[in-house]
T-cell receptor
Framework: GESVGLHLPTLSVQEGDNSIINCAYS??????FIWYKQESGKGPQFIID?????DKRQGQRVTVLLNKTVKHLSLQIAATQPGDSAVYFC????????????FGKGTMLLVSP | DAMVIQNPRYQVTQFGKPVTLSCSQT?????MYWYQQKSSQAPKLLFH???????NEADTPDNFQSRRPNTSFCFLDIRSPGLGDAAMYLC????????????FGPGTRLTVT
């Protein structure tokens, strides 16, 4: 069967709290980043993206921060809800031309009512 | 709604018995991707098609093949499944190669007995 999976880092929060999920990316040449949300048994769902010429981008209840100096990306979720419980992946891409995404290790977010 | 569809959602095959997973899209996207995702791990890119051009990742085993007969459909063929091939297989599409959002299907969970 499947090989034993790794244990995912887990962030547990209370409903209504703000959540911050962090991601360290590997390639200093990466210039496009996406955060995906994956619920159990489903495919990844796009949340927000950011290009390397930006430090911050905001969506509805979500903010992505990019620190290129230390190769760090974070996803902030405001007023976290039980429906936000999922695994969150960051993904990076090198170049705006012909390139592909490389996914980072995920973080499981558990939201308690 | 435009979407990425994967069939079947669950597939059971026997060790060594060829199996084909299918993906279709109504987004009219140029690029289609196949990812393998094992439990608690990030999706791992196997290969992708830009239109009819096939692009294999360097570490994708020869046991995995793909076909894209037209814009809408893409197939993943596993010639001789081993127990280690049990995983979730995700299909994704994007409008172009490079810094474009990838849209994922719901995945096919493959079990090898």
């Amino acid at each position: 069967g499947e090989s034993v999976g790794l244990h995912l880092p887990t962030l547990s929060v209370q409903e209504g709290d703000n959540s911050i999920i962090n991601c360290a990316y590997s390639n200093s040449a990466s210039d496009y980043f996406i955060w995906y949300k994956q619920e159990s048994g489903k495919g990844p769902q796009f949340i927000i993206d950011i290009r390397s010429n930006m430090d911050k981008r905001q969506g509805q209840r979500v903010t992505v921060l990019l620190n290129k100096t230390v190769k760090h990306l974070s996803l902030q979720i405001a007023a976290t809800q039980p429906g936000d419980s999922a695994v969150y992946f960051c993904a990076e891409m090198v170049g705006s031309g012909y390139s592909t995404l490389t996914f980072g290790k995920g973080t499981m977010l558990l939201v308690s009512p | 709604d435009a979407m990425v569809i994967q069939n079947p959602r669950y597939q059971v095959t026997q060790f060594g018995k060829p199996v084909t997973l299918s993906c279709s899209q109504t987004l009219n996207h140029n690029v289609m991707y196949w990812y393998q995702q094992k439990s608690s791990q990030a999706p791992k890119l196997l290969f992708h098609y830009y239109d009819k051009d096939f692009n294999n990742e360097a570490d994708t085993p020869d046991n995995f093949q793909s076909r894209r007969p037209n814009t809408s459909f893409c197939f993943l063929d596993i010639r001789s499944p081993g127990l280690g091939d049990a995983a979730m297989y995700l299909c994704a599409t994007s409008r172009g190669a490079g810094a474009y959002e990838q849209y994922f299907g719901p995945g096919t969970r493959l079990t090898v007995t």
